[in-house]
T-cell receptor
Framework: RKEVEQDPGPFNVPEGATVAFNCTYS??????FFWYRQDCRKEPKLLMS???SGNEDGRFTAQLNRASQYISLLIRDSKLSDSATYLC?????????????????FGKGTKLSVKP | NAGVTQTPKFQVLKTGQSMTLQCAQD?????MSWYRQDPGMGLRLIHY???????DQGEVPNGYNVSRSTTEDFPLRLLSAAPSQTSVYFC????????????FGDGTRLSIL
């Protein structure tokens, strides 16, 4: 299994649709999980952290399943402005700051396109 | 709030030239890092630093040098530019990368001819 794996998409959905992204990770020791959003030709920006009990922020819901080692992001009532690439980010789980990979692993992202 | 500031935003170089990409943050973050992003490759870590005076190599360090003389600044140096280094470069900082999100600069788009 790749360290962090996401479906690259693109996901093409109409406005108002509900869309879900999944992300799997390989290291069971990972403890921190994030979803970032990246607009075309822009920097990644934090969308939300993912907590063990799941968390919600408006139309966005994040879930963590440690047993199956995946996290999910659900977007309800999609808006045109939600069109972007969504990056799944997982910490390596190694509390030492050494190693060639650093501490965070970024997925390659899932592209979402919301159409009118 | 400035956050993470990268300069320049765009740069075109000739093969063999050297240059420095600047990165500064005003959040007093100890952890700073440099990534490159290429189509279909995602973000790849070049170098990172856990504090002033401490740097370490990431996934793709060859051809790049870094230094961290202050908490605020983390410049990335291209020693002898090659076309393979054409990419978008992002600098990021974090209070604690294991538990806190990273804040990214808005990127430097670099073309090597």
């Amino acid at each position: 299994r790749k360290e962090v794996e996401q479906d690259p998409g693109p996901f093409n959905v109409p406005e108002g649709a509900t869309v879900a992204f999944n992300c799997t990770y390989s290291n069971s020791a990972s403890q921190s999980f994030f979803w970032y959003r990246q607009d075309c030709r822009k920097e990644p920006k934090l969308l939300m952290s993912v907590y063990s009990s799941g968390n919600e922020d408006g139309r966005f819901t994040a879930q963590l399943n440690r047993a199956s080692q995946y996290i999910s992001l659900l977007i309800r009532d999609s808006k045109l402005s939600d069109s972007a690439t969504y990056l799944c980010v997982v910490n390596r789980g190694d509390m030492n700051y050494g190693g060639s990979q650093g501490n965070l692993i970024f997925g390659k992202g899932t592209k979402l396109s919301v159409k009118p | 709030n400035a956050g993470v500031t990268q300069t320049p935003k765009f740069q075109v170089l000739k093969t063999g030239q050297s240059m420095t990409l600047q990165c500064a943050q005003d959040m007093n973050h100890e952890y700073m890092s440099w990534y490159r992003q290429d189509p279909g490759m995602g973000l790849r870590l070049i170098h990172y630093s856990v504090g002033a005076g401490i740097t370490d190599q990431g996934e793709v360090p060859n051809g790049y040098n870094v230094s961290r003389s202050t908490t605020e600044d983390f410049p990335l140096r291209l020693l002898s530019a090659a076309p393979s280094q054409t990419s978008v470069y992002f600098c990021a900082s974090s209070e604690n990368p294991d538990y806190q999100p990273q804040h990214f600069g808005d990127g430097t788009r670099l073309s090597i001819l």
